[in-house]
């Protein structure tokens, strides 16, 4: 049995039995796999979870019904006599680390000795990769050993942790915080942006355990680099880094099925626009400016634009226009000096800014350290490089200055979430009744919201499963989560309602102590408003 589900205005969901077995997930791997070799135009991830299939698409390229129909082929599919690879990962268990091995012990009322046993003597199952890229859900784990995840997380886990949550099991690929039961440690790298692929497990794959003493001795730490250099003929250096400036592009599709967030610019419409006025691809790299703006020197003449919020940009002493074109001179200041509207500008430089791409995408990821400069915001003495202008370059005329947050909010659209039986029926009704305040504790993977609690049905827990940008989650506590551009590719909390495509970057302006309101619409108003943005930008373009 299975249903298909909107996700939003650019993504579907075909969901199987809800359970958690090797059964039901063989046939989602099965699945996925059969939609991506339909190869759909417009098609940009296809990922599999416990038991469901979500495809992510561009709306204006993708046909929906086209994307129906081949989930619908596919549901048939079984995923029997598919086998995965067996991948052996050697663990030294206990001491420094697994600082929690003790403690599973007393659960399992079981010797240290017994816990290694036991989580060494079967293999285990790639379910799903999520949260981190490269981490991948294993089970099932011995039900005697299955303690379940520690009363309050840790802010840092390290590379390479072995950790046990319930009857899962996994191996953080990269320093995180994380809440799971530590009861080892391996050197293997699971994910590695320089190998091929970049995930060492996929979906289907299984896992052995072997327990080999000392074996993590000879670690290498992780390190993260505090100034880029570059050899390119053109260059900014970055003289103050403001509160928090990144590099972002168009995102990092494809890769979801590893665990890769998406990332990109968090207003794409305004990314866009700046690399439009001073001649650059649609994808170009750009800077994102939050709330507080860099203070950048452009070694030569460079022709620059600003667009987005407005931050006080100024060049040389000269107030900068949002949304035009300037040449900026070898040697020119650009700085900002105080926030009028909106939360993130964008800095165009014409040549794009080149950074080295990252599984095709110049956008930075903190969380994984992951593109932009060295997989961080940019720090003093930055020196990032410019790419060659295009012989079709040039200063293009401005454009109309829009403040997109107007009155200290914002109404966005939304269209009814793909977990809606988690919610009481009025739940869409309370959601459009409701004001609520971006909270301080916002990023750009998601704006945590204070106001009226949204309520869910009471015992009914959902199976983690995939996550979609825009997606209104809400955790047990009620209080919802608008989950944006660094979205994790996977989540464990019923997403209510999704805002559409077209007023993400609307979103993407939103600062903390905004409010927002939401509007319930139809799939064709989002994609009738989608449209008409995209004219607007090929009008410029």
């Not at 099932?140 to 046990?164: K, L, T």
């Not at 993130?344 to 800014?353: L, N, Q, T, W």
Request: one cysteine or more.
């Amino acid at each position: 049995m299975a249903a298909i589900k909107e996700a939003g205005d650019s993504a579907l969901l075909l969901e199987l039995e809800p359970v958690i077995g090797a059964a039901v997930n063989a046939r989602a791997v099965a699945i996925a796999a059969a939609v991506r070799e339909d190869l759909i135009a417009g098609v940009r991830d296809v990922i599999s979870t416990y038991r469901s299939v979500a495809v992510h698409f561009d709306p204006l390229i993708a046909d929906a019904r086209e994307i129906h129909a081949s989930l619908e082929r596919a549901s048939g599919a079984t995923g029997k006599g598919s086998v995965g690879r067996l991948v052996e990962i050697p663990v030294e268990y206990g001491e420094q680390w697994g600082p929690d091995l003790a403690d599973v012990a007393a659960f399992a009322r079981d010797s240290t000795e017994g816990v290694v046993r036991k989580h060494t003597e079967r293999d285990y199952r790639v379910f799903m990769l999520g949260f981190l890229p490269g981490f991948a859900y294993l089970g099932p784990v011995d039900p005697a050993i299955a303690a379940p995840r520690r009363p309050s997380p840790r802010e840092r886990v390290r590379a390479g942790s072995v950790g046990i949550a319930g009857g899962q099991t996994a191996v953080y690929p990269l320093d995180s915080p994380g809440g799971w039961q530590i009861i080892g440690h391996t050197p293997m790298r699971l994910f590695d942006v320089d190998q091929q692929p970049a995930a060492v497990l996929a979906p289907g794959d299984s896992v052995r355990f072997r327990n080999e003493p000392r074996v993590s001795q000879q670690r290498t730490a992780l390190t993260r680099p505090v100034v880029q250099l570059t050899n390119a003929a053109r260059s900014m250096m970055v003289i103050e880094p403001g509160l928090f400036t990144t590099v972002q592009d168009s995102g990092r599709w494809g890769h979801q099925v590893s665990g890769v967030p998406v990332s990109g610019a968090m207003d794409w419409v305004a990314h866009r626009t700046a690399n439009a006025l001073v001649g650059n691809e649609p994808s170009a790299a750009t800077l994102e400016a939050t709330l507080v703006g860099p203070k950048l020197r452009f070694e030569q003449r460079t022709t620059i634009a600003v667009t987005g919020a407005d931050l006080g940009a100024m060049l040389d002493g000269a107030r900068v226009p949002l949304c035009a074109a300037v040449s900026c001179p070898a040697g020119g200041i650009l700085r900002f000096s105080n926030r009028s509207s909106g939360a993130r500008a964008y800095v165009a430089a014409d040549g794009g800014i080149e950074v080295p791409r990252v599984l095709s995408s110049r956008s930075t990821h903190v969380l994984s350290r992951m593109g932009g400069a060295g997989g961080r915001a940019l720090l003093q003495g930055d020196r990032l490089g410019l790419g060659t202008p295009r012989s079709s370059g040039g200063r293009r005329r401005p454009v109309e200055a829009k403040s997109a947050v107007q009155g200290g909010g914002a109404r966005l659209r939304v269209i009814p979430g793909p977990q809606r039986e988690f919610f009481p029926d009025d739940a869409m009704e309370g959601l459009e009744r409701s004001r609520f305040v971006v909270s301080p504790q916002s990023n750009r993977m998601g704006y945590r919201l204070q106001g009226p609690p949204i309520p869910r049905l009471p015992e009914r827990e959902m199976i983690s499963d995939a996550a979609f940008t825009g997606a209104i989650q809400v955790p047990g506590s009620g209080e919802p989560i608008l989950l944006m551009s660094d979205r994790q590719t996977t989540g464990g909390y019923p997403q209510l309602a999704v805002v559409i495509t077209a007023d993400i970057p609307l979103a993407g302006q939103l600062a903390p102590g905004d409010w927002v309101e939401f509007r319930v619409c139809s799939r064709a108003e989002a994609l009738t408003a989608l449209v008409a943005q995209e004219a607007r930008l090929l009008a410029f373009d």
